[in-house]
């Protein structure tokens, strides 16, 4: 029996152990659609007893000793190192990704364990003045029970991130990953935990629809919502928040700018951007969407990135030897294909794939934009390199800033130029000689915009801010005397 074993979790959902599910749904393959097993889908009521559950739980979890929630931790960050094999081989089969995507993932998770580990013993407060013959100090709290609201993209470092976090800081958590990606999302985070040492009830697993997202997000006991999504999903769990009076954490969508400044070298320019655009199929949200190239250099670079991206095979990841594998499912293939060819049909050219494969896309490329292309205002989630010139520093500030997304930002060449491109962008990151995406636990993460609502994730600072509640505390040797 393996750690996974679907004789474990097959058609049920996790909140207060392994529960039967009142419905089910297969676990679908997106490069071959065969079937790897069934999950179970829990319904509004089940969530809305988990938030109930989760509540008790987590007001004897938060008065567990630091030492022993770290614990839970680090034993999460050994569970993930010794199993690391058969969740990859998860990523790979359920989610699409490549080997090496896969393993990355995996490594961000063990990571991401380790860092949290560190919570519990975090200063988590600070000592104030104050006018009075007394004691003043503002001390961080577990805000109590968090939602986390995952995609399928990277699921189980988009989960985990949240996740980890929350419960190394004295929450409970009702996790709901997508149903497409329901385990490496979600059954790998609650079989880890579950064996790492985990009270019951702190952790619940929900896959579900719509229904359970919102119930997740309403629960009366829940107190902090993250969700990392899409941006029109996120702005509707951002109002339906607000209007609870409820803290929401928004990492949503990006169109990240790469821009390539006079001088670069084009060969490793054009790699940094091969990598950023085409990364697990362009499905992150912090992938290459739009490159900004000198004048100087876009023929160039154009003809080079379009020899990469004509080079890098596409297929079944768990199967063949790929560097590409397939886009979630055909919905979202075929919204891919519709971007390049409206694109195309309104003046731009292939340089280099714009074909569907089977359940892949190939690596494409696109030059002879103009700014009001659909494949350079939209967010394409898909293996898309679109190819534009600029020519001064302010042109290229303006090209990156004109877009309502303000996630990821890669500059490339001198790096004082880049230094003062920086310093005119607005951008959650920026990154000088290198590519769009990146992440690391203990690095905050987040953007601007529409790209949502700031660093909420990664290090300390950002994980006590997203997932505690401030309290004032005073203490006096005496009670005081008062005028009535």
């Not at 567990?64 to 199993?83: D, I, M, Y």
């Not at 490159?291 to 095979?313: D, F, G, P, Q």
């Not at 063949?320 to 731009?348: F, K, Y």
Request: proline share 5%.
């Amino acid at each position: 029996m393996t750690f996974l074993d679907s004789d474990v979790w097959g058609g049920k959902f996790f909140s207060d152990g392994w529960q039967n599910a009142p419905a089910e749904q297969p676990v679908v393959e997106p490069a071959t659609g065969d079937r790897l097993g069934t999950v179970g889908l829990a319904t509004a009521e089940d969530a809305g007893r988990a938030a109930a559950r989760a509540a008790r739980a987590q007001r004897e979890w938060a008065a567990v000793s630091p030492q022993q929630r770290a614990a839970v931790l680090r034993r999460a960050g050994k569970l993930f190192t010794e199993h690391a094999a058969e969740v990859e081989d998860w990523l790979v089969r359920e989610a699409g990704s490549v080997r090496s995507k896969a393993g990355f993932e995996v490594g961000l998770a063990i990571g991401e364990c380790f860092e949290c580990a560190g919570l519990p013993t975090h200063p988590q407060g600070e000592v104030l003045t104050s006018e009075e013959a007394r004691w003043s100090f503002a001390r961080r709290r577990p805000a109590g029970v968090v939602s986390v609201i995952a995609p399928f993209n990277f699921p189980l470092i988009l989960g985990l991130r949240s996740v980890a976090p929350a419960l190394a800081l004295g929450n409970a958590v009702l996790l709901k990953p997508d149903p497409r990606t329901a385990v490496s999302g979600g059954v790998v985070i609650a079989r880890i935990l579950e064996e790492a040492g985990l009270p019951a009830g702190v952790l619940h697993l929900l896959p579900g629809d719509g229904s359970v997202g919102q119930a997740v997000v309403e629960a009366p006991e829940v107190r902090v919502v993250s969700f990392t999504g899409s941006t029109p999903v996120g702005r509707a769990i951002g109002e339906q928040a607000g209007r609870l009076l409820k803290r929401a954490h928004l990492e949503l969508g990006g169109n990240n700018a790469l821009v390539v400044l006079p001088g670069a070298d084009v060969h490793r320019a054009a790699s940094a951007g091969a990598f950023g655009s085409y990364l697990h199929q362009g499905q992150i949200c912090m992938t290459t969407g739009r490159h900004i190239v000198h004048e100087s250099l876009v023929e160039e670079y154009t003809a080079v990135l379009a020899a990469k991206a004509e080079a890098l095979a596409v297929g079944d990841p768990a199967r063949e030897d790929v560097a590409l594998g397939p886009i979630i499912d055909r919905r979202q293939l075929e919204r891919v294909h519709g971007i390049v060819t409206d694109s195309v049909a309104a003046g731009a050219k292939v340089a280099a794939g714009g074909e569907i494969v089977g359940a892949c896309y190939r690596a494409t490329v696109l030059s002879g934009l103009t700014t009001d292309m659909p494949a350079w205002r939209e967010e394409i989630f898909g293996p898309v390199a679109p190819v534009i010139s600029f020519s001064t520093l302010e042109e290229a500030a303006r090209i990156v800033d004109d877009c309502e997304y303000g996630l990821s930002v890669g500059i490339l060449g001198d790096v004082g130029t880049a230094m003062k491109l920086a310093d005119r962008i607005d951008s959650g990151k920026i990154h000088i000689n290198e590519q769009t995406v990146g992440d690391e636990p203990n690095a905050p993460f987040g953007g601007v915009k529409a790209s949502g609502t700031g660093s909420r994730f990664g290090g300390a600072a950002a994980n006590v801010e997203a997932f505690t509640e401030t309290q004032w505390v005073t203490v006096r040797p005496d009670i005081a005397d008062y005028p009535f």
